[in-house]
């Protein structure tokens, strides 16, 4: 997925979902071409429809990491090209701050402290944020990613790719109480996730039963359930163990409607807020690599004309703004 954003006036993308369809997943390679031969474009387009002139350019913001390297690099040079060649500065943004800050898009005031649940294709990870830059690795998943669970699920059950927003779907015709799928890690003593252990249980579910519709949407159903309760009752857990009342869900995975009823019902119960983001700002996008790199650009965080990607650059490694 490439994606553009421009002052926050424009903000485009281009879906490599149907190029990886066909290969039931992501190809590095692939990935890295399609943004080389994309971005170009996109920048263009984006200049077109915003009406803005170079001149107005205060900065340049970039994703950094963590991700593939390949695609990263693509972004990477040609965002430096455009920093020299336009003389502005250039500031790398790190992928998950970006989703972590992302509900401050909207227009309901998030303030710190709070707890963040980060779930997406590549990362399940609860995160005690104090300010800005200052991040606190709280737990996360030991084995898969809550994205990969439900990408792994569906195509065991047929589905096509991107897998789960096609399980969600088929799992709205399951009929509840007909499988009882494991929660798991749910009693032990830390916040730590694993879905390896639900989604090999699932797949002998499968093997097991009949191919028919209503089957598959019985267990769709069961493994979401299963899924989303596992996030929530850690969730509810982190909120306790912090004493915070403030928590944001962010990522891919985010914009699951179970999800965000049953964390929305927890944060109720548990006297708190909750903050998403539209459903458009949940998966990748480039407004919220803008968002962090304009508050970064502002306290002077600037990076020099040498490339810096980090395909597994952690939050725990960021610096504040102060």
């Given at each position: 997925m490439t994606t553009l954003v421009l002052l926050f006036i424009i903000n485009l993308l281009h879906s490599q979902v149907d190029s990886h369809a066909h290969y039931g997943g992501i190809v590095p390679e692939l990935?890295?071409?399609?943004?080389?031969?994309?971005?170009?474009?996109?920048?263009?387009?984006a200049l077109k429809k915003s009406r803005c002139s170079i001149k107005s350019i205060s900065a340049i913001a970039y994703t950094?990491?963590?991700g593939l390297i390949g695609s990263l690099l693509i972004g990477a040079s040609i965002t430096h090209a455009l920093s020299f060649s336009w003389n502005v500065p250039i500031v790398p943004v790190n992928h998950m701050e970006g989703h972590l800050l992302s509900p401050m898009l909207e227009e309901k005031k998030l303030n710190f402290p709070f707890i963040a649940?980060?779930?997406?294709?590549?990362?399940?990870?609860?995160?005690?944020?104090?300010?800005?830059?200052?991040?606190?690795?709280?737990?996360?998943?030991v084995d898969d990613s809550v994205g990969d669970a439900f990408d792994k699920t569906a195509k065991l059950l047929g589905l096509r790719y991107p897998g789960g927003p096609c399980l969600s779907k088929l799992a709205q015709y399951g009929t509840p109480g007909r499988f009882r799928?494991?929660?798991?890690?749910?009693?032990?003593?830390?916040?730590n996730f694993s879905f390896s252990g639900l989604k090999t249980y699932t797949s002998n579910v499968i093997n097991k039963q009949e191919k028919d519709f209503q089957t598959r949407a019985d267990i769709a159903y069961e493994f979401e359930s299963a899924v989303v309760d596992s996030l929530v009752i850690k969730c509810k857990r982190a909120l306790k163990k912090t004493g915070l009342h403030r928590i944001v869900v962010a990522g891919g995975v985010s914009a699951n409607n179970v999800l965000r009823k049953k964390i929305k019902k927890m944060a109720i119960n548990c006297k708190s807020e909750v903050f998403y983001v539209r459903p458009e700002f949940c998966t990748d996008n480039a407004a919220m690599i803008a968002y962090v790199g304009m508050l970064r650009f502002k306290q002077r965080k600037y990076s020099k004309l040498n490339i810096f990607v980090s395909p597994n650059w952690l939050l725990s490694q960021l610096t504040t703004i102060k």
């Open positions: 990935a890295a071409r399609i943004h080389m031969h994309k971005i170009v474009p996109l920048i263009e387009t950094a990491g963590p649940l980060l779930v997406s294709g590549g990362h399940t990870q609860l995160i005690q944020a104090f300010e800005i830059g200052a991040y606190k690795l709280l737990g996360e998943s799928f494991p929660r798991p890690m749910i009693h032990s003593s830390d916040l």
